[in-house]
């Protein structure tokens, strides 16, 4: 697709990468579910294809889309979220180099560091990204990455974007977010300074539970050439179905965000009114610490919302074992609605760590369903 800046999201959403196919005119990018391309002669590749792990035409598809849709200029789709982030901090990081990451980071990330990371010899200090004198305290002369959640995990705190950029630039260092929970429908990193984002794109991106993917996106070209031969050196590539079943839930992304926004304003609405409910954690919500700075470089507020229970954790379980339309169950951004504990559930690996969870919070991905059956099936699991 041509002139992709002349062009609103919406369409990239549809067109980006996508054209119909050349060979029968085909409106959806096919499936090429094939190992190996034919060569015609030795060395002789048709659109440069020899091998799926090292393209794929589908593939291919996905990442344009990716780079249209997040405003870079290299896009990688990989067989997970975390096999993104293992990439790039790889790419970019050296035995010794130290990285700063969010006190409340995602768990896979926290055990990434933590587990494999550190094995490695990169260090980590968590600190609140939304202060960022806190941040500047944290960066060492050996930070090669402050790495950036916003909103983050699960108390959808917001960070300056722009200005984690600035700070990270000075210190000779990358900043990476991560955009899982915004999409880049709502938020556009790249376009605010950051170096790389990343993506679960089994989350909002794929939006219909039933795929596990990942995504890199840069700006840098030579960055971007490094990635793809660290991805094609280890493998961690994203099959052909998988990446169809992304594109074709892209498709939808920008009107599904928009429900999932107006769901989710609504229903933590309610939650601030409940008596049985100490605080509530949304960026829509005026009284959000990050309320103003997310107004500013968000188009939307998202679709999560996490709350703290006033009787602790044995209220919080209950809450999450009595709801009906909300299924308990990891995971976010479907179109349908999930409720977890993240304590004992998504962040179980941060228990006992400085990043641990307390047990009186529940968190909501509240989907696309009807608004009223969702705000009632709350109010009868809270009783």
């Known amino acids: 697709m041509s002139h992709e800046g002349a062009y609103g999201f919406e369409t990239l959403a549809i067109h980006a990468g996508q054209e119909p196919d050349s060979a029968t005119g085909a409106v959806v990018p096919p499936i090429y579910q094939t190992s190996t391309f034919k060569q015609d002669g030795v060395g002789g590749l048709r659109g440069g294809y020899?091998?799926?792990?090292?393209?794929?035409?589908?593939?291919?598809?996905?990442?344009?889309?990716?780079?249209?849709?997040?405003?870079?200029?290299?896009?990688?789709?990989?067989?997970?979220?975390?096999?993104?982030?293992?990439?790039?901090?790889?790419?970019?990081?050296?035995?010794?180099?130290?990285?700063?990451?969010?006190?409340?980071a995602y768990g896979g990330t926290y055990r990434l560091f933590a587990s494999v990371l550190a094995e490695w010899g990169i260090s980590y200090t968590s600190a609140p990204l939304g202060n960022l004198a806190a941040v500047r305290a944290a960066v060492r002369p050996a930070t090669s990455v402050i790495w950036?959640?916003?909103?983050?995990?699960?108390?959808?705190?917001?960070a300056d974007i722009a200005g984690l950029a600035g700070l990270a630039h000075e210190a000779g260092a990358l900043l990476a977010?991560?955009?899982?929970f915004a999409s880049p429908y709502l938020q556009q990193p790249l376009a605010l300074g950051a170096d790389a984002v990343v993506h679960s794109t089994t989350k909002y991106l794929g939006g219909h539970s039933d795929?596990?993917?990942?995504?890199?996106?840069?700006?840098?070209?030579?960055?971007?050439?490094?990635?793809?031969?660290?991805?094609?050196?280890?493998?961690?590539?994203?099959?052909?179905?998988?990446?169809?079943?992304?594109?074709?839930?892209?498709?939808?992304?920008?009107?599904?965000?928009?429900?999932?926004?107006?769901?989710?304003?609504?229903?933590?609405?309610?939650?601030?009114?409940?008596?049985?409910?100490?605080?509530?954690?949304?960026?829509?919500?005026?009284?959000?610490?990050?309320?103003?700075?997310?107004?500013?470089?968000?188009?939307?507020?998202?679709g999560m919302v996490s709350f703290r229970m006033r009787d602790g954790e044995a209220a919080a379980l209950d809450v999450c074992n009595r709801t009906r339309v909300f299924t308990l169950g990891e995971s976010l951004g479907g179109v349908e609605s999930l409720i977890e504990h993240p304590g004992r559930m998504t962040h179980a690996s941060v228990a006992?760590?400085?990043?641990?969870?307390?047990?009186?919070?529940?968190?909501?991905?509240?989907g696309i369903e009807s608004v009223d059956d969702l705000v009632a099936d709350l109010l009868a699991a809270l009783g």
């Open 50 to 104: 020899e091998y799926s792990r090292s393209a794929n035409p589908t593939r291919t598809a996905l990442e344009e889309c990716l780079a249209a849709l997040e405003v870079g200029t290299t896009g990688l789709a990989f067989a997970s979220g975390l096999a993104a982030e293992d990439c790039l901090l790889r790419a970019v990081c050296r035995p010794g180099d130290h990285v700063v990451i969010p006190d409340d």
């Open 148 to 158: 950036c959640e916003t909103p983050t995990n699960p108390y959808l705190r917001i």
């Open 177 to 180: 977010v991560d955009n899982t």
């Open 211 to 302: 795929v596990i993917g990942g995504a890199l996106v840069v700006t840098d070209v030579d960055l971007g050439a490094r990635l793809a031969t660290l991805q094609n050196s280890t493998g961690s590539v994203a099959g052909p179905f998988d990446c169809w079943l992304v594109l074709r839930g892209i498709r939808t992304l920008g009107v599904r965000m928009d429900r999932h926004c107006a769901n989710a304003e609504r229903i933590a609405a309610m939650l601030a009114e409940h008596p049985r409910v100490g605080q509530v954690y949304y960026p829509g919500l005026l009284e959000h610490p990050g309320h103003e700075l997310a107004a500013k470089q968000m188009r939307g507020f998202g």
């Open 352 to 366: 006992g760590s400085p990043l641990e969870v307390p047990g009186d919070v529940v968190r909501l991905s509240v």
